[in-house]
T-cell receptor
Framework: ETGVTQTPRHLVMGMTNKKSLKCEQH?????MYWYKQSAKKPLELMFV???????ENNSVPSRFSPECPNSSHLFLHLHTLQPEDSALYLC????????????FGPGTRLTVL | KNEVEQSPQNLTAQEGEFITINCSYS?????LHWLQQHPGGGIVSLFM???GKKKHGRLIATINIQEKHSSLHITASHPRDSAVYIC??????????FGKGTKLSVKP
């Protein structure tokens, strides 16, 4: 495996479910990001981790909970989501925080019923 | 008004046509990115620019810092170029601000 991988690629969940999205990067990067992409809206940066520490949280509701156990893995834990949370969730990584190009994963298409 | 504006929002072209996608921004930046997003979601970084012009194959990206404007050109377009092209600027604090994207469809 190379690059940035995300699982699952598609997820359908009810509002009372708890699920997790997983991101893994095989590039030796030390910064990882979660983005949300809703229809007809720009990409929204949700969380930034650098060296496994959260360095940015852009006013994301607490029903989204990130976890970065090591520099290669990033999780987004989901609970009691709303239908408006349905979107494409993209993970990205970069070699250094902010200054270098970000490599994106393929995304997880989330549908909340 | 968004800090990053792209035009057009949608673009349909015939195979072989020369294509231009524009990006204007209103904030100070340290760099500008052009990204390509294919159906299914995956995003690929095409260019990172801070001045001048870059070329990669049939793709050319230019930036005019004074006018706060960048263009992405595709020469001899092909149906496999069909994708959403996203302009993103990196602000002076390192934050990335994205445009809404331009959906390109190239017909054979």
């Amino acid at each position: 495996e190379t690059g940035v991988t995300q699982t699952p690629r598609h997820l359908v969940m009810g509002m009372t479910n708890k699920k997790s999205l997983k991101c893994e990067q095989h590039l030796g990067h030390n910064a990882m990001y979660w983005y949300k992409q809703s229809a007809k809206k720009p990409l929204e940066l949700m969380f930034v981790y650098s060296l496994e520490e959260r360095v940015e949280n852009n006013s994301v509701p607490s029903r989204f909970s990130p976890e970065c156990p090591n520099s290669s893995h990033l999780f987004l834990h989901l609970h009691t989501l709303q239908p408006e949370d349905s979107a494409l969730y993209l993970c990205a990584s970069s070699q250094m925080l902010a200054l270098h190009e970000q490599f994106f994963g393929p995304g997880t298409r989330l549908t909340v019923l | 008004k968004n800090e990053v504006e792209q035009s057009p929002q949608n673009l349909t072209a015939q195979e072989g046509e020369f294509i231009t996608i524009n990006c204007s921004y209103s904030v100070g930046i340290s760099a500008l990115h052009w990204l390509q997003q294919h159906p299914g979601g995956g995003i690929v970084s095409l260019f990172m620019l801070s001045s001048g012009k870059k070329k990669h194959g049939r793709l050319i990206a230019t930036i005019n810092i004074q006018e706060k404007h960048s263009s992405l050109h595709i020469t001899a377009s092909h149906p496999r170029d069909s994708a959403v092209y996203i302009c993103a600027v990196r602000g002076s604090q390192g934050n990335l601000i994205f445009g809404k994207g331009t959906k390109l469809s190239v017909k054979p």
